[in-house]
């Protein structure tokens, strides 16, 4: 086990790296961050902030040298970077574990070799492989296998000719062509494996997206108890067979006939885990800390029902939003992540609002997201 005063190292300086970095402080651990960005929010409060490239041989060699152990707060960063890492300290989650999530044909065929289902689709190399796709895939989405997050690198198609207009659009990289689903509602779950191999899962978040970005978060989801047991340990045995250690989020559709299939994974604590900063016994954030530093895992449990918002740059389009909204419900947190520019799309913060049932946190939720997002209609 690694224990307090240690060195951590987080590659990524964005909002995750950040509350990584407050729950480690408040364990009385140190943080190194290395981010290129000079205003990370990680960096910000890190103890060490490395402004360097993720691939840069002198920072990851400092990282080597006065870090305990290493993880990442997005999968996009350079796995090779990690297993450099790893033959110098403890890196968690495993470069190779991060790779597969990395790449939606890796991922979805990782997924399917763990029997677990994922919705109908086809690998997209060059804008022949549309020809010969299967027709029952239209309506579809054409996902790019790689660098896609928050509906980014995604395109709704009806036919071939709209497929390849998109594919050629996305820079004709290698995608994934998906069978758009009738859905009832989107869920993810969010578990931790220690280097041990325990496993334990928060509970089932019910999620809600605007414009391809998660918009509200609804836990307990509100689905059978059944379903949400079967989407835990899913995401528990995807962590496993892939020799997970660390937070991982697994998100799911539920379809209409009310089929359970896998959409994606991230290698990572997920934006519809942040509820457990305020309603669990137990943070994704400080467990991240826990799973990386081979601590026994904390207790999941949720202590109320909540709900998350999120809050991205359009609440700031008119000045600065009405926090008292916020802060007039006792059963509300503000949650900001010390960004410099508001921007459209941008996440800059998140509140939760606790209450008796989901149901009561929703209604209470929405009342105040509407008077920070006074421009939008549901």
């Known amino acids: ?42 960096g910000a409060i890190a103890d060490v902030h490395l402004k360097a490239a993720y691939q840069d041989v002198e920072a990851l060699q400092q990282l080597a040298d006065t870090c305990a152990a290493v993880t990442t707060e997005f999968e996009n960063v350079p796995a090779e970077s990690l297993r450099w890492l790893a033959s110098h300290c403890a890196v968690r989650p495993a470069g190779d574990a991060v790779a597969i999530a990395q790449d ?46 928050d509906g980014k690198g995604q395109a709704r198609v009806a036919n071939v000719a709209e497929a390849k207009k998109a594919f050629a659009e996305m820079g004709a990289e290698s995608s994934v062509l998906e069978q758009r689903i009738a859905l009832k509602c989107e869920i993810s779950a969010v578990v931790a494996r220690g280097a041990d191999g325990s496993g ?136 900001l992540y010390g960004k410099h520019e508001a921007r459209a799309g941008r996440k800059m913060g998140h509140f939760t609002m606790l209450g008796a049932s989901a149901d009561a946190a929703l209604q209470k939720a929405l009342i105040v997201r509407s008077a920070l997002y006074p421009d939008w209609k549901d």
Request: glycine residues 8%.
């Open 104 to 149: 939606r044909i890796r991922e979805k065929a990782f997924v399917r070799s763990c029997g677990i289902e994922v919705a109908p689709y086809a690998v997209i190399e060059k804008a022949a492989d549309l020809d010969t796709a299967d027709a029952a895939l239209f309506p579809g989405i054409l996902k790019r296998a790689r660098f896609g997050y």
């Open 200 to 335: 334990r899962g928060f509970p089932v978040a019910e999620n809600r997206h605007r414009n391809g970005i998660l918009d509200v978060s609804i836990v307990p989801a509100r689905v059978t108890p059944e379903l949400a047991q079967r989407a835990e340990q899913w995401a528990l045995k995807i962590a496993e067979k892939l020799d997970y250690c660390g937070v991982l989020a697994v998100e799911f559709f539920v379809t209409t006939d009310g089929q359970l299939l896998v959409n994606e994974m991230a290698p990572r604590p997920h934006n519809s885990g942040h509820y457990t900063l305020d309603a669990c016994a137990t943070s994704q954030f400080e467990q991240q800390v826990r799973t990386l530093c081979g601590l026994p895992l904390g207790d999941t449990r949720l202590l109320a029902p909540v709900v998350m918002v999120n809050l991205l740059g359009e609440a700031w389009q008119h000045g600065q939003p009405q926090w008292e909204r916020v802060f007039l419900a006792p059963e509300g947190k503000l949650h």
């Open 1 to 42: 086990m690694i224990f307090p005063d240690a060195m951590l190292g987080m590659l990524g300086g964005g909002q995750l790296g950040r509350m990584f970095t407050l729950a480690a402080h408040s364990m009385g651990y140190r943080v190194t961050v290395l981010d290129p960005d000079p205003l990370s929010p990680a």
